[in-house]
């Protein structure tokens, strides 16, 4: 039996022509276009049995969710595979190929190895009705292309990296055949300009045989993305900007000697000088000054415990509590509802004055990140804040991603001082084969100019 939900409109009753509740459809379709109307109701609860609700912010969602995230991979594809190979200044291209196995990079054969989990998961979903849930495995998969492979491996494109052209490619191609009955217009587009075939309509369903499975290397990194993802947590809680390096971040985890080949991607991920990993065997939380608190909410408790509820508050706040082999909760000699308390992981004050965060770890584990910053690390986040300006003045004169380029910067004495101490980091960054900072009082925030060096 196959049964849907109701569709209500945007005040919450039953959809209706009468009461034009709902967005109209023609400004829809012109602004966002079918395929995001289309996935806005395959990928929604309707088709779980629940209700939907027709908002204009849940259509563009799916914009912004899984049709903007998959075209500018391949707006992405295409900028740097047409702009490779440059013979007398006239780039060649690469014409990239179909090729599912010889890969050397873990970040190529990651990303061919979650190719091949998609199309099986799409293709079990589909066999079973469950569209949305062939949805969701297409939107988690983009969020991973998007925000992590092509991320990670742009310095590669810029390389000219042919295993990562051809990687990108073969992955692309699958995921317009697998897309093909949720996004149909938008993978047409992309499958007929990366093939020059007819229609991805009339291709085959992709065979997930053909992609490696590598189940180790898959868990692997996405256990290296959940340290990244609390990493970056702990960074945006402290108000420590992702330019700007810092010291150390260790990670107390099970299993930590399985993710010492990508020490060096957490690092760069987020912008750390070193990653230290242990196991947690044989690391302990009371070795790093990290306790748990523990917090009894007094609102939640009160009407169970009655006044003994002050019994409880002060055995948290003396120490008088702790937690069963059952995850059982007892402070004062009470035991305590799942929902009478918060724990909370702090850490101690460091005999040395040095400052750290920590976080828990989603599979268990925790990561406690140095957030001391020195002198030297604060003149590298400053330059490489330059950087990201550098590489604005380049977009705004219309400068090819290949283009080298003399760098003059008229900017305060902590800025110059800064580009100076770091020289060799932003003409790296930036392709600027010559760098002049300039010392200027009068320049309250740094003036930038560029000029392309003709090869």
Known sequence: MISHGIV???????????????PDVSEVLDRDGSDAM?????????????????????????????ILPLWN????????????????????????????????????????????????NVTSSLDEYDISGACDELRSYLDMLTNWYVRRSRQRFFDENTDA????????????????????????????????????????????????????????????????STGSSLRKAANLRVRLPLQELTVVAPGADALAGFAAVVADELNLRSVRLLDAATASPEEFGIEQKLVVNARAAGPRLGKNVQQAIKGSKSGD????????????????????????????ESADGSSAAVAVLPGGGFVVLNTEVTPELAAEGLARDMVRAIQQARKDAGLNVSDRIHTTVLAVHDVVDALRANEELVKTET?????????SGDAAEPQITVTKIEA
């Open 431 to 439: 392709l600027s084969l010559k760098l002049d900072p300039v010392v």
């Open 73 to 120: 991979v391949y707006s992405f594809f295409t900028l740097y595979t047409n702009a490779s190979h440059t013979v007398d200044g006239t780039a060649a291209g690469y014409d990239a190929k179909l090729r599912y196995d010889g890969y050397t990079d873990t970040m190529d054969q990651y990303l061919l190895a979650n190719t091949g989990d998609l199309v099986r």
């Open 165 to 228: 052209f051809d990687a990108l490619y073969t992955a692309l191609e699958a995921v317009c055949r697998v897309s093909a009955s949720l996004l149909p217009l938008v993978s047409e587009e992309i499958w007929r300009g990366l093939t020059g075939g007819r229609s991805v309509h009339l291709a085959d369903w992709p065979e997930a045989s053909l992609f490696p499975a590598n189940p180790e290397l898959v868990e692997a990194m996405d256990r290296v993305q959940q340290i990244c």
């Open 38 to 66: 289309r996935w806005f109701l395959m990928s929604s609860p309707i088709l779980r049995g629940g209700n939907l609700v027709v908002t204009e912010q849940g259509i563009r969602d799916g914009v912004r969710q899984v």
């Open 8 to 22: 209500l409109g945007s005040d919450g009753q039953k959809m209706s022509k009468s009461l034009r509740n709902y």
């Open 321 to 348: 509590w702790s937690v069963s082999d059952a995850g059982v909760v007892t402070a004062g000699g009470l035991e305590l509802e799942p929902q009478e308390y918060t724990l909370e992981t702090v850490v101690a």
